[in-house]
């Protein structure tokens, strides 16, 4: 990569006439645009918006080449799953093409392959030197028949440095209740869900088909993970759970509703092998910082758990859907940026009638492979104003989260399809 | 009524999805005030019920949650056929797609709400959200339950 040749120009309103017909000249430089897309940044950054797919975006990857995959929720018109999009200018990229006939949420690359997940299984597709891939139609099916039933489908990925792909197995319930969502309803013992969902399953790269009985379940008791991230510091998979929702509409004797919007946290987790994060029989109590009895199993806001489960690395505000985490290599953010944790949260719903938050991406600085210090917004206002992000009703919805080559942030909406870049401007 | 339905179908199957829910539906022989204005105590009645139960899911401006709870207003479900409306609320739902678009979340069983609260309820969605429709009775609701239990 032409590292030094590159330039962020971030500019100034009154500055566009003139610099616009300099960042044409050349494709690597990267121009802010005038509004940095609408987002609210730190000072010194910029945005631009990178393409406007149109579809349902959910996880994106960039690969050495600069090439962008995005991984669609829905196949697009052409019947295709994920879009392939080649640098043009200013920063920008254009769709050159598509492939997969399979909706679904997780994507992610290295040098050679491209992975991607329907709701059921993952693919992998060999890249070749341009970071292309060769042969669409071929696919290597590296795993298949995990459970879908809709609620939590997301079979988001990422893989360690040594040949290991781990992919969330999302819980098909709320709490392992009998009868899912209803008021009052008990928690099922020993919930049976466990056994093929509800955690993070462990496969190997370059095998066919497998599926359960060749995967290891590399962790359990996590309700739905979208966002997660292999961080090569500590050589340790971090985890952002979905916490659990409606404790004001299933228990409205033990909870009132300003206490559902806030309870139960939204749970960052630092994950060993055979790690058990308590779902469904706890939830984690942000203020009281503990790990609290859930309410369908005898639970009534102030018994706490017992039982040999972990506690979150980091917490953040409830029901707020945490869809990606990131762990930021690059060189051209700041030095406080290094090896610290983006999270982009999608938004929340559960926090009706109180006012809903999220629709932002978040930075959590990391200090030796842990969390270090108060979490802050990055990058905000996807939602178009407040008033939009507390009435649930964004404009955009941040998703997927991936790192260029150069070090810009990339950033995927899926609800209008914009594809956002966000540079630093160095000196 | 039947024919209103297969018509509300049709025009929801013909819309694009994304679209569909924002779309108005002509002002065709939809019952307005068939049944005359409905009272505002049936209305606050039917709020509360909604607020209480059906709020977090739906909204508070019924037009739901992308991807996971459907829109209550100017569906099919919504201004159709009320025995297949009030039995959603008796019996739940999961894995229908709502005029073309799948939705992965589901509804529970409301069936412990009295006839009285299901039809306030129906009757507060059916005139609010943009919709403007007839009034749900306790009676017609008592009718649906004991025909839903055989």
């Not at chain 1, 050159?96 to 679904?104: C, D, E, Q, R």
């Not at chain 1, 058990?276 to 199993?297: F, I, S, T, V």
Request: hydrophobic share 35%.
């Amino acid at each position: 990569m032409n590292r030094s040749v590159t330039r962020y120009l971030l500019l100034a309103p009154a500055l566009v006439g003139s610099l616009s017909l300099l960042a044409l000249r050349s494709e690597t430089i990267v121009a802010a645009d005038p509004d940095n897309a609408g987002l609210k940044l730190p000072a010194g950054f910029g945005a631009l918006k990178v393409a406007e797919t149109g579809g349902r975006a959910r996880h994106l990857t960039v690969t050495p080449q600069g090439n962008i995959y995005v991984k669609l929720n829905r196949p697009n018109a052409d019947g295709k799953g994920i879009l392939m999009l080649r640098p043009s200018s200013g920063g920008k990229a254009e769709v050159a093409g598509s492939l997969g006939n399979y909706g679904g949420t997780g994507i992610y690359s290295t040098k050679d392959y491209l992975y991607a997940s329907s709701d059921e299984a993952v693919f992998r597709y060999k890249l070749n030197a341009q970071g292309e891939v060769e042969s669409p139609a071929q696919p290597e099916k590296i795993v298949t028949g995990l459970i879908n039933r809709k609620q939590h489908e997301s079979k988001s990925i990422t893989l360690d440095r040594e040949g290991n792909l781990y992919v969330n197995i999302g819980a098909y319930s709320n709490t392992c209740q009998e009868q899912d969502r209803q008021k009052g309803s008990k928690g099922k013992p020993h919930c049976p869900i466990l056994d093929s969902a509800g955690g993070i399953w462990q496969f190997r790269t370059d095998k066919l088909n497998q599926s359960y009985g060749q995967g290891v379940r590399y962790a359990t008791g996590l309700r739905n993970v979208v966002g997660l991230d292999w961080n090569t510091q500590a050589n340790q998979l971090f985890v952002m759970q979905h916490g659990r929702d409606q404790l004001y509409d299933n228990f409205p004797a033990l909870y009132n509703s300003k206490q559902s919007a806030e309870l139960p946290a939204e749970c960052l987790y630092a994950l060993k092998k055979g790690d058990n994060a308590g779902w469904p029989y706890l939830y984690y109590d942000p203020q009281q910082k503990k790990k609290m009895l859930n309410p369908e199993y005898g639970g009534d806001g102030k018994k706490e758990a017992t039982g040999n489960y972990i506690d979150p690395a980091a917490a953040y505000p409830a029901h707020t859907a945490p869809n990606a985490l990131l762990f930021y290599t690059g060189t051209m953010f700041p030095e406080k940026y290094r090896n610290g944790a983006f999270i982009a949260f999608h938004g929340s719903w559960n926090r009706a009638p109180e006012p809903q938050k999220g629709y932002y991406v978040v930075f959590q600085p990391f200090k030796n492979g842990k969390p270090s210090g108060p979490w802050e917004v990055f990058a905000d206002n996807f939602a178009g104003s407040a008033a939009a992000a507390a009435a649930g009703r964004p404009e955009h919805k941040p998703c997927g989260l991936a790192q260029g080559p150069d070090g810009s942030l990339y950033v995927s909406d899926d609800r209008k399809g914009t594809i956002y870049r966000i540079v630093y401007n160095k000196k | 009524m039947k024919q209103l339905f297969a018509l509300l179908t049709v025009l929801a199957l013909c819309s694009i999805p994304a679209a569909a829910q924002k779309k108005p539906v002509p002002k065709t022989k939809a019952k307005t005030s068939a049944s005359g204005a409905v009272s505002g105590a049936v209305l606050a009645k039917g709020k509360a019920v909604y607020v209480q139960n059906c709020l977090t899911c739906h909204q508070a401006d019924g037009l739901g949650v992308d991807e996971m709870n459907p829109p209550l207003s100017k569906t099919s479900y919504v201004l159709g056929d009320k025995a297949r409306l009030v039995n959603i609320i008796l019996n739940g739902m999961q894995g229908q797609d709502i005029d073309g678009e799948p939705y992965r979340n589901l509804m529970p069983s409301f069936s412990t709400l009295t006839d009285q609260q299901i039809a306030d309820v129906l009757t507060y969605v059916r005139s609010s959200f943009g919709n403007k429709t007839s009034a749900v009775q306790a009676a017609e609701v008592k009718t649906i339950r004991a025909a839903n239990k055989k």
